[in-house]
């Protein structure tokens, strides 16, 4: 019988070996259940749905998230969404980093941010938690702040006191119509960031 890992991969538990420097632990923050599901500060889990739906693999649940997997040119994406609840991403992070054996180079973080308009994309290889609750842990778990993380602007457009209502929120008008099209390249940076690497990605995608 197949692996969950062996099935999505097509190879069986005996088959060859993957290169570690070539597989890649992609995670975006988020809170589980239907409530969140479409709240800015879950982008993280959307940008991994869209990237899972546009590899045509999907998600099942393992331990401490929902986990998906592809080959694309010769790389392994490990797709996590932690079921922990954003403040305490790291404990998921830390664990399947370890489980997978994947280097720090090789692990990139997805979440929202609200230095950022809306919709701008900003990948980055090091950087404070910026008050963020899911990077603070993150941080904590892995002991360093230097390790890459891709930022999603979900822009600050909230009156004094409103931030965690805002950031739980649901999205809006033009947000809405525009949410698609940032989505896909999204995607499409993630990819990159496997593929080409972290510098040229910062390069293509940053402020596009």
Wanted: proline letters at 2%; a positive charge; hydrophobic letters at 35%.
């Amino acid at each position: 019988m197949l692996s969950f890992f062996g099935r999505i991969l097509g190879k069986k538990e005996t088959g060859e070996k993957i290169d570690p420097m070539k597989k890649f632990l992609i995670v975006g923050l988020g809170n589980i259940g239907p409530k969140y599901e479409n709240t800015r500060h879950n982008i993280g889990f959307k940008i991994l749905d869209k990237l899972a739906e546009k590899q045509e693999t999907s998600f099942e649940t393992q331990k401490l998230g929902d986990v998906a997997t592809f080959r694309y040119k010769g790389r392994t994406f490990i797709l996590l969404k932690p079921s922990t609840y954003m403040n305490l991403s790291g404990k998921a992070v830390n664990y399947w980093m370890q489980k997978e054996k994947i280097s720090l180079e090789n692990l990139l973080i997805v979440t929202d941010d609200l230095n950022l308009s809306f919709g701008t994309l900003r990948l980055k290889t090091k950087g404070s938690d910026g008050g963020h609750n899911g990077l603070k842990d993150v941080q904590a778990q892995l002991n360093t702040t230097k390790y890459n993380r891709f930022r999603f602007g979900i822009s600050d457009e909230f009156s004094k006191g409103q931030q965690i209502d805002y950031v739980l929120g649901e999205w809006e008008g033009e947000e809405k119509k525009k949410l698609p099209e940032r989505l896909e390249t999204s995607a499409e940076l993630i990819l990159s960031f496997g593929t080409a690497g972290v510098s040229n990605t910062m390069n293509s995608f940053n402020g596009k």
